[in-house]
């Protein structure tokens, strides 16, 4: 059976080693591996995950018995609107279909709604399959972002939006 936990700091190699695990088959294709490999090193690298951590950002995992299968990252972006911002979500390719992301999400959207948020927002790669799950889920597609993040990458996403 599944369980979720908050993670801590002890916990920072975990996320890294699923989100490794993870990137080449969400968006090798999109994306390509020099910008995979930058955006890891970028995102996923100790001090950053550590200052997440530190700026209040919560972090779910999903195991079973000893083996972690996924995890989600949440914050409050906007503290007037009570908005929530789910920054990362990932899953194991070899625990697709068990219904982990579903766990996941669900849980987030207990602890927002529990928290008092109006809505929470999140980013999609616009080629990333991962969209239609969101969509499927009840978000909606609020706008369309690119961001530079650096030596000549950018994000092509989707912003999208679960109301409460």
């Known amino acids: 059976m599944i369980t979720l936990r908050k993670a801590n700091e002890e916990d920072i190699e975990i996320i890294r080693d699923i989100?490794?695990?993870?990137?080449?088959?969400?968006?090798?294709?999109?994306?390509?591996?020099?910008?995979?490999?930058?955006?890891?090193?970028?995102?996923?690298?100790?001090?950053?995950?550590?200052?997440?951590?530190?700026?209040?950002?919560?972090?779910?995992?999903?195991?079973?018995?000893?083996?972690?299968?996924?995890?989600?990252?949440y914050s409050i972006v906007g503290h007037e609107e009570r908005i929530y911002k789910l920054h990362k979500l990932y899953v194991l390719p070899s625990a697709h279909g068990k219904g982990v992301g579903k766990i996941l999400?669900?849980?987030?959207?207990?602890?927002?709604?529990?928290?008092?948020?109006?809505?929470l927002q999140l980013n999609v790669n616009k080629q990333n399959?991962?969209?239609?799950?969101?969509?499927?889920?009840?978000?909606?597609?609020k706008e369309t972002v690119k961001l530079d993040i650096g030596e000549g990458y950018f994000m092509d996403d989707y912003v999208m939006e679960y109301k409460f």
Do not use: C, R
């Open 19 to 73: 989100a490794v695990a993870t990137w080449p088959s969400t968006y090798l294709d999109i994306i390509g591996q020099a910008q995979i490999d930058y955006m890891l090193d970028k995102m996923y690298n100790k001090g950053e995950l550590l200052k997440q951590f530190m700026e209040g950002h919560i972090f779910l995992i999903a195991e079973e018995d000893e083996n972690q299968f996924g995890f989600a990252g």
């Open 129 to 141: 399959k991962a969209k239609d799950f969101y969509l499927k889920g009840g978000f909606t597609i």
């Open 105 to 119: 999400i669900n849980e987030v959207f207990n602890q927002v709604k529990d928290a008092g948020g109006s809505a």
